[in-house]
């Protein structure tokens, strides 16, 4: 590799996992230029733990299956070998690629044509941002060609080159340019902040796919507001107008002292880094401004919110094709998030049969209904706080104690079943059902009623007589 080309670091040494190290020096000893490349030199000079360990090399793709024996053509057309090393449990696979200049980009991702090329300053070239073009090998070490070392020192996500070319060539990237810098606590540096205000239109022709792989990766960031900056640069104006409405319009009440938008991005701050958790709290207020009212005293007011943003849930999630475990769950969070479950065991063991209905466990939905609840809380005027977070807090103990005591909640959960009736000559059909949900509704009431002889001698004869 040619000397200028790198940016010598002798402080700097990147702990390279023993397989990846196989590859390069395979690679090395045919004589070929390799590098690890991207995200896993950014993430290992910032201390992270890399999630891949990319390689590129001077080695031509059928170079590269010469030289080991199990690879995969994962996708030859681009260049991309992958590379398979360990055996058994041990066996992990690695993506090899080689030097590339990228042709035109019409459909805003895929370049028309790849050339293969010896230079590695070209297919650092084509990167997307500073910190994402470097490379690194123990021989050589750092290759830092465009300052991303600079970049990542300064807190700064910058276009390599041209920014509205790099955008061009594949329009998610300006997605990427706000989720890495939520990841990282990062600002974008201007030039590339002013061609993502102007190109942001050109998301609308990426898929719904690749829009959600990023919306998800910048909710669960760790500065979720971030997506303040999505707004800001037009980009949710594209991939989510209905939060755009939210970050205009107003909550004049005593209970709140942001905007709708503003207290949904506060309420992300203020809840665990889960993706449904998070998405439940940016969802659980959209649909405010469809049923935005003023009364006389100019005060506003949101009848029926919950309801409209679960459907708005139901909506957008198919938009952005989201699985359908993930839309119910966050629909369910969300259409219930404002309920008031109850100041009493019995109260609140009618709100749990009532939200999970049989379709949900109450384990996987209350802890993170309350948990939603919580960080709604927290994103309201200081001066009710304290009084939504006791309630919250007294409705954890009382549901900490109904598990504990094995309170019923659910049909299964009965001391007798459909079996059970028709040995009492029941006749199968929906009389069973109405059957079972009565008990249910009784043992909800009063859990000691859980018992085969009370409830058969009291719904089951009842009944017959009737």
Known sequence: MPGPLFCYNEDMLIQIPEKVNQILAA???????ACIVGGCVRDSILGREPGDWDITTSALPAEVK???????????????VTVMMGHGEDREGFEVTTYRIDGEYTDNRHPDSVTFTSDLAEDLRRRDFTI???AYNDRDGLIDLFGGMDDLKAGIIRAVGAPKERFAEDALRMMRAVRFAAQLGYRIEEETRAAIREMAGNLSGISAERIQVELNKLVTSGHPEYLREAYALGITAVILPEFDACMVTTQNTPYHKYNVGEH???SMECIAPDRVLRLAMLFHDIGKPLCHTVDDNGRDHFYGHAEHSA???ENVFRRLKYDNETRKKVALLVRHHDDILGDTKEKLRKSIVRICGETWESREIIPDLLAVKEADALAHHEDWIEERINRKENNRKMYEEILEANDPLQLKDLAVGGKDLID???APGEEIGRILRRMLQDVVAYPAHNTRDYLLATYVKSDKNH
């Not at 690679?27 to 230029?33: K, R």
């Not at 010469?66 to 030859?76: A, E, K, N, V, Y």
Request: glycine letters at 12%.
């Open 264 to 266: 949904i991005l506060k």
């Open 311 to 313: 459907k708005l849930v």
């Open 27 to 33: 690679l090395h000893d045919a004589g070929f230029e």
């Open 132 to 134: 994402n073009a470097m």
């Open 424 to 426: 009492r000559g029941v």
């Open 66 to 80: 010469r030289l080991f024996s199990r690879t995969i053509d994962t996708g030859m057309q681009h260049g991309t």
